[in-house]
C-alpha cells in the first residue's frame, strides 16, 4: 500500500432507532451483536487491526458509550484513542475534532473514516479498495467509498461519478452528491451508474481540517478548542464541553462533501450493509431451511422468511410470513420486513409509552409484574436522590454505581453487589455520588411505592 | 322458580392450553381476567349469586389453585363450599365428589353444574333457562344446556334433540350426543337444529349419585370415599387422596351422558362462549375503530382487527392484520387469529423449551440477562435444597416461602421480604422448610453461578 500507516476514525454515534425495540440510549446500535454474534464496532475494530497497514484507531463517541468503547478495544487487544462527545453534534464537529487530535502527531497522516455500525465481511475487498483510495487520499483528495448499488434503493444519498482520476485507479471525480431520491429516481441512478453514498472516506488530517476550516470555520475553531481543552476520564479524553457545544450540529456531507472540489469516490468492491434496519439485519443473518433468521429463545412453528429474535422470552411463532418479530430490553416488535424502515415511527411513539417511567430523579421501570412477585430496575441519576416510602417487602441490589442508600435516615454506602431489605412504611433515600447511573434491582412481594 | 334453591357446582380444572402463554399451571384460564378485566370463574359466581335464586356454590378444583380459589369466592362475598382435588381425574370424578358432598346436606337439592371458564354476559338470558331446566331437572332429568350454533364449527360435541318433554315448556328429549364433526358434517347439524354441549346442566344430587352408580360404579365409590375421608386444608377440605386416586380418570359425557336414559336439553338463549382460543377472545372483547382488541401495554400502529395483549412488556405491532400477538408470563406469541386453535401445538412445543429452566431441587429462569445486569428466579422445591458457588456478587430477595440461606456454613431463616448479599466464590445453600416453593429474586452484576 505505500507510505505511512492509516489511521482509521471510528465514529461511533449511530443510534439505530429503526432497530427498536434492540437499540437504546444505553446500548445504541453500534455495540449490539446482530449479525454473526459480535457488535458491528467490533467487526469494525477487527477489520483495520492489522498493524502493517493501519494504526491503532481513533474512535470518537458518546460520552455515556465509553465505557462499552473501551470494553470493545480491550477485548480486541486494541490500544486505540478515545475521544468522549460531551454532548452529540453530529459527524462534521466529531471528524473535526479527530482530525485536530491525529495532526498534533501526523499532520499528513491518512485518516480512514469509519461508521461503526455498518457491517463488511469480506475484508480482503475492504482492504483493496483502501489500497485503491490512499494514494490519492495521499495527495489531497477526499476519497469516498461509493456502494455500487444492489437495487435502487430510496433510502441511501447516491453519488454521480465524474471523470477517471488521472494517475488513479479505480478512482474518479465526484460529480455530484445526490439526496436520497424517489423510486423512479433511484432507479434511473442506478441504471446510471450512480453509487451509494457509505459515508466512510479517506483522507489526510490536514485535508480534513483545511476543508472544514474553509467551508465550516466554526466547526474546525470549535473542535480544535474542545481537543485542546480535552480532560482525561475514565474511558478516554474528554471534549472539552464549553467549546465542543460551540460547534453547530450539521453533517460532514452538508459541511464538506457537497461544498469541496477535493472529494472523489472509488468503487467499493466488497460486500456491504449498513444494518439501517430488521429487513437488512434479516438479509445479512444466515437462514435455516424454512428461510428463517432466528436468534435467542424462540420457537417457530409453520413460519417462514422471517426474522425472530428474543433476548430473553421465548417468542413463539406460528403461521406467520415475511414478518419481523423482536422482543428485547423488555418489548415487542411486530412488523411485516417489507415495513421494517417505518420502525423509526414506533421508536417515536414509544418514547411516549416510555418502558422506563421518568422521574425528576432518574427513571424505574416494571421488568416483572405477577401476584406476589413485583421486579422494578430503578436508575438514579448521577448527583441525584430518589426517596419514597415503602409498599411491601422488597430487597435491593446495587448492580451499578455508588453511593449511599439510608432507610429511617440511616445511612449506608452503596456499591454493586450490595443488598438492603426494607419493610412496609419504611421511608427510603437514595442517593447517586458517583458519574453513572446508579442502578438498583427491587425485588419485591408487591407494589414497591416509588 | 319454586322449589328450594339451586346449589351450583363450579368445575375449575381447565387447564386452557390453546391460551399459551397467558394460561400456565400456576394460573389457569378460569382465573386469567381474559374479558372485561375480570376472570371467568369471578364471572360466575357472580352469575350465581342471587341467595334468592342460588345456595352457596360448591367449587371443585385442583388443591395448587386453592388460595385462588378461596381469593375469588372472598372477593365476591361468597361463602360457597371449596372441594380441592389431589390430584385430576376430570369430570366425572370430580361432579360425583361434589355430588356426593352435596348429598350429605340436600340429596334430593339441585345442582347446576357450570364451567369456571365460560363467559355469559346476559345474566337475565342464563336465569331464564335455568328456570326452564329446573322443573325438568326436579323430576329426575339431566338437563344439558344446550347453545344454538352461531356458525358450523368443528371444535365442539353437538346434541341432538329428540321430541318435546311434555310438560317442560321449553325442554326436549337427548336423541344423541355426536363427538366433534368434520366440517360438513357440522354444517348439516346446524341446518338440522343441532346444539352445541356446553357442559353446563343441571341435575338433582340424587339423580347425579344415581346415574354415577349406574354407569360408573368405581366413579361413585371413589368419590363417596374420597369426600368421606376428606380433611380440612388452608383453603378448603381436600378430597382424600388414596380413594380419589381410585376413580378413573373420565369425562362426565363419556362416563354418564352418552349412556344415560334420563338425559334432556335445554335451548340456552344467552350469548355464551367458552373463550377456547385467542380468537375467542378476541370476539368477546371489546374493539378499538380500527378493529382492534388490545390490553396491557400496547403500541398499534396501522393495525387492523387483531388482537394484541400484555402483562408487562410493550408491545408494539406495525402494519399487521388479523393477528393475535400475546406477551405473557415471559413469552411472547404471534400467530394469525385464524389458527388460534392450533396454540396448542406451540404450548406443547413450548414446555420442551421451558421457560425455567428444571433442576433437581426445582427450578429457575433468567427474567433479564443484559451486560452488568442479569436477574434470576429461583424456585426451591418443597423440602428440597439448593446449593451453588457464587460466580458474581448478587443480592437474593425472598418473594414467597420460608426456609434458611446459609453462606459458607452460617445458616439464617429466610421469609418473603428477606435479602442476603453474596460475593464471588461464596458457597450457598438454600433450603426450603415450607410447604409450598421457596422464590428467591437474585440481582446480579453478572452471571449467577446457578
Redesign the interface.
Known amino acids: 500500500m505505500g507510505g505511512e500507516r492509516i489511521t482509521p476514525v471510528i465514529l461511533c454515534g449511530g443510534a439505530g432507532t429503526r432497530l427498536?425495540?434492540a437499540s437504546r440510549d444505553e446500548?445504541p446500535k453500534p455495540f449490539l451483536p446482530l449479525v454473526d454474534g459480535v457488535s458491528t464496532f467490533a467487526g469494525t475494530i477487527a477489520r483495520v487491526a492489522d498493524p502493517a497497514l493501519f494504526a491503532p484507531p481513533i474512535v470518537i463517541g458518546n460520552r455515556g458509550h465509553g465505557r462499552l468503547i473501551a470494553a470493545a478495544l480491550g477485548e480486541a487487544g486494541s490500544d486505540g484513542a478515545v475521544l468522549l462527545e460531551p454532548l452529540a453534534r453530529d459527524t462534521a464537529p466529531a471528524i473535526a475534532a479527530a482530525a485536530a487530535y491525529a495532526a498534533r502527531e501526523a499532520p499528513d497522516g491518512l485518516l480512514l473514516v469509519l461508521a461503526a455500525d455498518h457491517l463488511i465481511r469480506d475484508v480482503a475487498g475492504f482492504r483493496a479498495t483502501v489500497a485503491r483510495a490512499a494514494p490519492a487520499a495521499r495527495v489531497g483528495r477526499i476519497v469516498v467509498f461509493g456502494i455500487p448499488p444492489a437495487a435502487p434503493v430510496t433510502g441511501y444519498g447516491y453519488i454521480r461519478p465524474g471523470a477517471p482520476l488521472a494517475g488513479f485507479d479505480g478512482v474518479a471525480e465526484v460529480a455530484a452528491f445526490v439526496e436520497k431520491p424517489d423510486a423512479a429516481t433511484a432507479a434511473r441512478y442506478v441504471a446510471e451508474g450512480y453509487f451509494w453514498n457509505s459515508g466512510n472516506f479517506m483522507l489526510s488530517a490536514a485535508t480534513a481540517l483545511a476543508e472544514i476550516d474553509a467551508f465550516a470555520p466554526a466547526i474546525a475553531a470549535a473542535a480544535r478548542a474542545a481537543v485542546e481543552d480535552a480532560e482525561a476520564a475514565g474511558d478516554g479524553l474528554l471534549l472539552a464541553a464549553d467549546a465542543f457545544a460551540r460547534a453547530p450540529k450539521v453533517s460532514i456531507d452538508y459541511a464538506v462533501m457537497e461544498k469541496t472540489k477535493r472529494a472523489a469516490v472509488v468503487a467499493a468492491r466488497y460486500d456491504w450493509s449498513d444494518l439501517g434496519a430488521w429487513s437488512a439485519i434479516f438479509e445479512a443473518s444466515a437462514k435455516d431451511g424454512a428461510g428463517n433468521a432466528a436468534g435467542g429463545?424462540t420457537?417457530l412453528?409453520?413460519t417462514r422468511a422471517s426474522y425472530v429474535a428474543?433476548?430473553?422470552?421465548?417468542?413463539?411463532?406460528?403461521?406467520?410470513t415475511d414478518?419481523a418479530?423482536v422482543?428485547a430490553?423488555?418489548?415487542?416488535?411486530?412488523?411485516?420486513l417489507?415495513?421494517a424502515s417505518?420502525?423509526k415511527?414506533?421508536a417515536e411513539?414509544?418514547a411516549g409509552?416510555g418502558?422506563a417511567v421518568r422521574a425528576e430523579w432518574g427513571s424505574h421501570e416494571?421488568?416483572?409484574?405477577?401476584?406476589?412477585?413485583r421486579?422494578t430496575?430503578i436508575a438514579v441519576a448521577p448527583k441525584a436522590h430518589a426517596a419514597w416510602r415503602a409498599a411491601?417487602?422488597?430487597?435491593?441490589?446495587?448492580?451499578?454505581g455508588t453511593g449511599t442508600i439510608a432507610i429511617g435516615g440511616a445511612a449506608r454506602p452503596c456499591e454493586?453487589?450490595?443488598?438492603?431489605?426494607?419493610?412496609p412504611e419504611e421511608f427510603l433515600t437514595v442517593e447517586n455520588s458517583g458519574e453513572g447511573p446508579l442502578?438498583l434491582?427491587a425485588?419485591?412481594?408487591g407494589p414497591l411505592g416509588l
Open positions: 427498536w425495540p446500548l429463545r420457537l412453528l409453520d428474543s433476548d430473553g422470552p421465548l417468542v413463539a411463532t406460528l403461521g406467520i414478518m418479530v422482543a430490553n423488555g418489548a415487542v416488535l411486530v412488523a411485516p417489507a415495513r417505518e420502525v415511527r414506533v411513539a414509544a409509552h418502558r416494571t421488568l416483572l409484574a405477577e401476584p406476589g412477585q421486579i430496575r411491601s417487602h422488597a430487597g435491593l441490589t446495587v448492580v451499578a454493586p453487589g450490595g443488598v438492603v431489605a426494607i419493610a442502578v434491582i425485588a419485591a412481594t
